[in-house]
């Protein structure tokens, strides 16, 4: 027999104690099992959470468990899961008997019975999740490792613990979680698994939406996301989960004339986009900023290829996808809309960059111009290094040209300078359309700098417009 191995270090926080004693109490054997141990072994920083198992009922010693604990943490019992959970000292603790599975053809969640340590390893659904730390007194710290876990760790591979076949198509889920995992983890998914999750992939459809987009989330908020996707296409699940992508697969030449592969393309951009943001949004309107261009993509012999009006027709895409993956319909998607309608308009002015199209930008992105410009800066995937150096100088005149217009202009947050109500004053006029059309007048004039954007200005051009519109200013104002 081969040493045992043991990893004590690991059980450092004070809540590992406690089990270990509420588990002698009820004279039950206790493992802490699954990420806790992967992440340990991987240093993947400090855990939020902790899987424990035991043999005989995860309820009961999740009670025992709080009892001892100094201020005895509430005890949330998940009835239909026989599981528990309690929070101490910042970090979830996750109770559950060993058990053993069994699963039907329609349906990811399985008949349950209680099982050994061995039952409960076999059911995860990989190598890497099911090591398990024993909590007992006599060998606190023993690994049990029973399908080579910590090879698998070392030479970075995704197995499944039993036949892969078998593993993917009782919980379709773990297929998302495979590519998961590679994703977060950099690993290869071993060859056998592979082919099983493209055998399988139709059973993705048993699948809820809400569970999908939380394996999407963290597909996306990896180091290198691509190599998710990658596997979501390679593995045939992609058309399943986001056909828009799909769409933007490939490249057509006609008379010669040839466009970019905008799936490729995009890929990079999220890549290029992960490595200066970590806000989850902002690399979601990366990933679908050029959804638009399949459904727009035309060929005319004078022009080559064309994606008219893409941004627009690719966030109106942005909400029927949200919708249909049941992701939140608010000001999340509102911004991944934004992004996506304002995705070419900072490449549009690079070229040129003028006050007042900078103006225009920094009106209509508001809040959001700084994610902008990080999104449009991702976008840049030329191979040509002049090019590609061009274009980044350009973006830097734009960023600084927003800087100084702002100074001077302050258009974020754009404020109309002279009131609905003073205007209505100084004709002495009843709520009527000259109102709107004057403060539209004062807002152009300013956008386009014709006059600064302060309050005196602004009153003095809104008595010209008024007074071309053939109003009249107030007797008692009349100088
Ligand atoms: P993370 O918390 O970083 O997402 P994790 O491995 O802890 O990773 P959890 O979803 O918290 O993942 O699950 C805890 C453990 O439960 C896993 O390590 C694995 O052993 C097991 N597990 C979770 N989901 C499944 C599943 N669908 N099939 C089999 N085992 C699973
Ligand atoms: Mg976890």
Redesign the pocket.
Known sequence: MSEVKNYKEALTHSVFKTITQASANLQLESYV????V??HILQRGTAK?I?IVTIGSGIELAKEVSKLLPNNPKVQVFKTYGTAMLKTEGIEVEFVGARKESYREDSRNPIVENGTLQDDQD????TI??LALSLSKSDFGNLLDPFGGIDDLKSKIIRTPLDPNITYSD?P??MM?AIRFAS?LNFKIEKESLEAISKNKDRIKIITKERIVEELH?ILLSDKPSVGFLLLEKTGLLPYILPELIALKGIDEVEGQRHKDNFYHTLEVVDNISENTDDLWLRWSALLHDIGKAPTKRFSKKVGWTFHGHEFVGAKMVFKLFKRLKMPLNDKMKFVQKMVLMSSRPIVIASEVTDSAVRRLVFDAGDYIEELMTLCEADITTKNPKRFKKYHNNFKIVRQKIVEVEERDHIRNFQPPVSGEEIMETFNIKPSREIGTIKEAIKEAILEGEIVNEYKAAYEYMIKKGEELGLKVAKHLRI
């Open positions: 099992i699954g990420g806790f992967r992440d959470d899987d059911r995860r659904d990989f999740n099911a919980d889920l773990r979680r977060q963290k």
